[in-house]
Nanobody
Framework: VQLQASGGGLVQPGGSLRLSCAAS????????IGWFRQGPGKDHEFVAA????????YYRNSLEGRFTIARDNAKNTAYLQMNSLKPEDTAVYSC?????????????????WGQGTLVTVSS
């Protein structure tokens, strides 16, 4: 099982980035994909999650409207489009997977985790 996040980098405030999460080794369409982040000196926090073919999505309240999660089951890849980036969005962003049939909150209890990609928002 492998999840690989990519697409991070340095961006100016107000800019955009699209992160990708490439998955292998499990039935991708049977898993929800979540994005999480941890900024310097901050707690690990939920960003967004997507189920099935994208018909069900969840966002951290403070990010909805700026961030958009998507997935392409044919490519076993999920995406996080981040717009209007702010310095406080600086963090290591990671993707994770949990079975769609699992109950409980969409922001917890993920089985598989990938290495993160660093996003730095700075002028």
């Amino acid at each position: 099982v492998q999840l690989q996040a990519s697409g991070g980098g340095l961006v100016q405030p107000g800019g955009s980035l699209r992160l990708s999460c490439a998955a292998s080794g499990f039935a991708f369409s049977d898993y929800a994909i979540g994005w999480f982040r941890q900024g310097p000196g901050k707690d690990h926090e939920f960003v967004a999650a997507i189920y099935w073919s994208g018909g069900l999505t969840y966002y951290r309240n403070s990010l909805e409207g700026r961030f958009t999660i998507a997935r392409d089951n044919a490519k076993n890849t999920a995406y996080l489009q981040m717009n209007s980036l702010k310095p406080e969005d600086t963090a290591v962003y990671s993707c994770a997977a949990r079975p769609v049939w699992r109950g409980g909150s969409y922001d917890t209890n993920y089985d598989y985790w990938g290495q993160g990609t660093l996003v730095t928002v700075s002028s």
